[in-house]
Every structure is written in C-alpha cells, then in structure tokens.
C-alpha cells in the first residue's frame, strides 16, 4: 500500500479508538443516569450461555450483507477475490460510527486502489448496499408499526416516500438526465459532470428491478437474524418478548438513530422507550436489554473491523493494483 492508502489507514484507526472511547463513556453515563445497580443487577442475571447465539445470529447478518456486497461488486464488473473483499467489507463495519459516517466510504475506496476500478463504479456499490439496508429495516418496522405504535407512523412513512421517489427519478432517463444537467450548471461541477453519469449509470445498475430485489431480500434476511437475537435477549434477562414486538422494537429504533453515527445515544433511547410500553417491562430491564443487543450488534461489528483495519497491512499486503498511479483516481481523499 502506498504512503497515502496508509495515512487514511492511520487515520480510519484513530477515528475508531475515539468511538470506541467515546461509546464506553456515553454508556457508562447512560447506566449510571438509568441506575448503575438496577442495571448491574439484571446483567448479573442475564443467561450469558444464550449470548453466544445472538452473537452467530449477528454474524449471519454479516455474511449475508457480505453476500450482498460481493454480489454488486460482480454486477458491476469488479473483479477482486472473496478474500480481499471480505477484508474490506469487514474493516468497513467499524467505519459506521465515523464522523458524518464518511468512513463508510473506506470501503469503495479500497476497492478502488486495490483493482484500479474508479471510485465513480464503486461508490455506486456502497450506495445501493446502504440503501437497500434502510429499505429492509423500512418493512420489518412497517409490518408492525400499527400495532405497537399507530401514532409514529410518519417516523416510517416518510422516508419510505423520499426512498420511492428517489427510485422513481433513478428509473427514469429522463428525470435523472434533467437533474444531472441541473448539477453541472452549479459552480465547479461542470468537471466532474462525467463522473456523476458514470455513477448514475452504476447506481441504476445496481437499483435495477432484478438486483434490486434480490438485494433487499438478503437485507430483510440479514436484519430479520438481529431482531432474532434481541427475542434471546430478552429471554437471558427473563422477560418474555415475541419475535414479531422485537422485530418492530429493533427496526424503528435503528431508523430513529439513522442520522447518528452507528445510531449511537439515538437508538439506544429509542430502544428503551418503546420497550418499556410494548413489551410491559421495567426500565432496568430495557436499559440491560438495549445494552446487550447493540454490543452484540454495532459494537461486535466496530470490534471486528477494528481488528481487520489493525490487520490491514498483512491483509491487502500486494499494494495496488497493476497501472493504478498513487496519485490518479484511486487517490481520492477520503474523509477530513
């Protein structure tokens, strides 16, 4: 790797020792405030032997939006090995809880730099991988909201809306032609006006009807295994929680915190919350159980890409691809 891929290497690692810092502060605040003893007293309780599923439950959510990820690298004619890209994708796990989650795009940038494909094709991926997620976690909430809280739909609904025109104005030439061209008129777009139709034309790729399914399948799939996991949660702490209620409870909660980084402070409230009233629980109870479900879920996965990214330069050791300058189109910078 060059010395520009491994300064951004040094500076995706700092931003996870931060997060990793900061999450340990805001959840020992958030105990504290909630009741340091009544909630080290329901974790002292939990059935620790049923962890361990929850947390294959979450791996099976990383495998399949791995799945999904290789699968758009192929579709778009990206030619890299399982192995590498299953690095990245696995780094990339630690980049949700970057500032403004512009570490997100460690992903397609590596991408990039490692088989000399443009970041105008990758970035596409990463798109339609994010997108596809908060269409799934749109249905599983959806399925389920008017039962469990009728007067919240518009907290669904709306960006259920944005999402549908958003696809209504991508499968459209025309429409996405006109918006293109209203782009290029703005100041200092005009140059990177082919870059943004190679994208858009990657993006469609990507959000056709065919891919399109299959890829929100795999994320109702990936998502449905850590609703799952929060059902054994609950029943490690005794408490008596149906799939369908979790589903709903995991689903919302992770829409709620989608403007957040990794839905940090955000999702956990709104885990805590709804709960209580939907599930008929104690507030230690709920606080124990939001705690053990985004350890299990966000910070599992911040742990194994922060391991991934410390491994980095024995994982993507060859350096870049064959004719990609260090300064050309892989050397976009990412981040601040």
Not at 81 to 92: C, K, N, Q
Not at 119 to 138: N, S
Request: net charge positive.
């Amino acid at each position: 790797m060059g010395r520009s891929d491994q300064d951004l290497i040094r500076r995706f690692r700092r931003w996870v020792v931060t997060a990793l810092a900061a999450g340990v502060l805001l959840y020992v605040g958030y105990s504290v405030w909630a009741g340091f003893a009544e909630i080290g007293e329901q974790l002292s309780g939990f059935r620790w032997g049923l962890y361990a599923p929850v947390l294959l439950l979450t791996l099976g959510n990383y495998a399949l939006r791995f799945a999904k990820w290789h699968w758009l690298m192929r579709l778009l004619g990206v030619r890299i090995s399982v192995r590498e890209d299953a690095a990245i994708f696995t780094a990339g796990l630690a980049m949700v809880i970057s500032p403004a989650k512009a570490g997100e795009l460690l992903k397609p940038y590596l991408v990039s730099r490692r088989t000399g494909v443009p970041m105008a094709t990758t970035i596409p991926a990463l798109v339609a991988e994010r997108l596809t997620d908060g269409i799934a976690m749109l249905a599983l909430a959806a399925f389920s909201i008017g039962t469990y809280a009728a007067d919240r739909v518009a907290v669904v609904a709306i960006p259920a809306a944005l999402v549908a025109v958003g696809l209504l104005v991508l499968s459209s030439s025309r429409l996405s032609k006109a918006a293109l061209s209203l782009l290029a008129r703005l100041p200092g777009m005009s140059r990177i006006a082919p870059k943004l139709e190679q994208m858009y034309q990657a993006t469609r790729r990507c959000l056709a009807p065919g891919p399109l399914l299959v890829t929100v399948a795999l994320s109702v799939l990936a998502w449905w295994l850590e609703c799952a996991g929060f059902v054994l949660v609950f029943q490690g702490l005794g408490a008596t929680a149906s799939l369908d209620a979790c589903t709903f409870l995991y689903a919302f909660a992770t829409i709620a915190g989608g403007a957040s980084p990794g839905g940090l402070g955000i999702a956990d409230t709104a885990l805590v919350a709804l709960a209580v009233p939907v599930l008929a629980v104690e507030r230690p109870l709920a606080v124990a159980a939001s705690l053990l479900i985004r350890v299990a879920t966000l910070w599992f996965g911040v742990l194994l890409g922060a391991i991934a990214l410390f491994r980095f330069e024995d994982l993507l050791g060859e350096g870049l691809a064959p004719g990609v300058d260090k300064g050309g189109e892989g050397g976009v910078r990412v981040g601040g």
